[in-house]
C-alpha cells in the first residue's frame, strides 16, 4: 500500500492531486455538516411527494398537487372567509344603525367602522384621492367642508353607492359646458368670466371693464348651475365658486383652461362592488376625516 503523502505545513493527507505546484489536502467536511445536507436532501423528496411543487411542462398549465392536495389559495380564501365570518355580527350592525349618529354612539361600532372604512378607503380610493385623502388635481379632497353632491353623512353613502358619471342608472350627473372647445365663447371671453370668477373668490387686481363684462357673461351662462351669487348648487354638483376652493387648479391658466375645455372626472358606483356594510363603514370613514356637514346644513359645495 503506497503510504499517503503528508503536507508539511498542515499536518494533513494531501489527495496526491497536483496543479502547478499546489497540492490538494484531503481535509473533509465536519460530519455534522453532511447529516445536515443529507437530511436537506430527503426532506426535499419528501415534500415535492407531499406538497405542490413542479410545475408543468412548458405548454401546459399547472403544477403537482401533493399527495396531501394543499393548496395556499384555498387556505387564505377559507381564512378570509373566517374573518368575514368573526365581523358578521358588526356587520349586521353596521347594516342595521341607518345614520352616522347611531353609529357613533356605539363606541365598539364606531371603532369597528372607522377601521374597515379606513382598510376600504386604502383599497379602493387612495389611489386617486391620495392615502390621506387629500386629493389632487382633478381629485377632490375630503378632508375639508367642501363638497360637489353634498357632504351630510347620507349624500356621501349615496355618492359612494351610484358614483359620479359611472354606469350606474341613478349615477350622479352634471356637465360643464367646453365653452371654448365648443366654440361657445371666444378666448377673450372666457377670459373675462374667468377675472370674474376669480375675484368672486377674493382675488383682486382686475380690469373694472373686464369684470363687469365677465359678470354678464356669468348670468348668462354660468348663474343657472353655479348661482347667481356663486356659492353653486350641491344638488346637481355645480362648485361654489366664492370659497377659493378649486379642484382643477386656481391658477389664472388653470382656471381659463377648466372654462375652455369644461371639466368630466368620474367616480366609479361601488354599489355591486362593495356589500353595504362596506360602503357605510366607508361612508363613516370619510365622513369622519373632518369634512362631514350636519344633515341640516346645505353649504359648501366644493369648488372646481
Not at 481535509?27 to 447529516?35: E, G, H, S, T
Not at 403544477?63 to 387556505?75: C, K, P, Y
Amino acid at each position: 500500500m503506497t503510504d499517503k503523502e503528508i503536507d508539511q505545513e498542515t499536518g494533513t493527507e494531501t489527495t496526491g492531486h497536483e496543479w502547478d505546484g499546489i497540492k490538494e489536502l484531503d481535509n473533509p467536511l465536519p460530519r455534522w455538516w453532511l447529516w445536515v445536507f443529507y437530511t436537506s436532501i430527503v426532506w426535499s423528496v419528501v415534500y415535492w411527494v407531499l406538497m405542490p411543487a413542479w410545475p408543468a411542462p412548458p405548454g401546459l398549465q399547472g403544477h403537482t398537487e401533493g399527495v396531501v392536495g394543499n393548496s395556499e389559495r384555498v387556505n387564505v380564501a377559507a381564512d378570509m372567509d373566517a374573518l368575514q365570518a368573526s365581523r358578521s355580527g358588526l356587520y349586521g350592525e353596521l347594516q342595521a344603525a341607518g345614520s352616522y349618529q347611531a353609529i357613533e354612539a356605539d363606541p365598539v361600532l364606531f371603532r369597528f367602522a372607522l377601521a374597515a372604512g379606513d382598510s376600504a378607503f386604502g383599497n379602493f380610493c387612495a389611489t386617486c384621492h391620495g392615502a390621506g385623502a387629500q386629493g389632487f388635481a382633478g381629485y377632490p379632497n375630503l378632508n375639508d367642508d367642501d363638497w360637489l353632491w353634498g357632504g351630510t353623512f347620507d349624500d356621501i353613502r349615496h355618492t359612494l353607492v351610484v358614483g359620479i358619471r359611472a354606469d350606474h342608472p341613478e349615477t350622479r350627473f352634471s356637465q360643464m359646458p367646453a365653452y371654448g372647445a365648443d366654440g361657445l365663447l371666444s378666448r377673450e371671453e372666457i377670459r373675462q368670466v374667468r377675472d370674474y370668477v376669480l375675484n368672486l373668490s377674493g382675488e383682486t387686481g382686475f380690469d373694472a371693464a373686464a369684470l363687469e363684462a365677465g359678470g354678464e357673461i356669468f348670468a348668462a351662462q354660468c348663474a343657472t348651475c353655479h348661482g347667481a351669487d356663486g356659492t353653486g348648487d350641491p344638488s346637481q354638483g355645480a362648485p361654489n365658486l366664492t370659497d377659493a376652493i378649486w379642484l382643477y387648479g386656481s391658477s389664472p391658466e388653470q382656471v381659463e383652461t377648466t372654462i375652455w375645455r369644461g371639466p368630466y372626472g368620474v367616480m366609479p358606483a361601488w354599489e355591486g362592488r362593495l356589500d353595504d356594510p362596506t360602503i357605510t363603514a366607508l361612508a363613516t370613514y370619510v365622513y369622519s376625516l373632518g369634512g362631514g356637514q350636519s344633515a341640516d346644513t346645505s353649504e359648501g359645495a366644493a369648488g372646481e
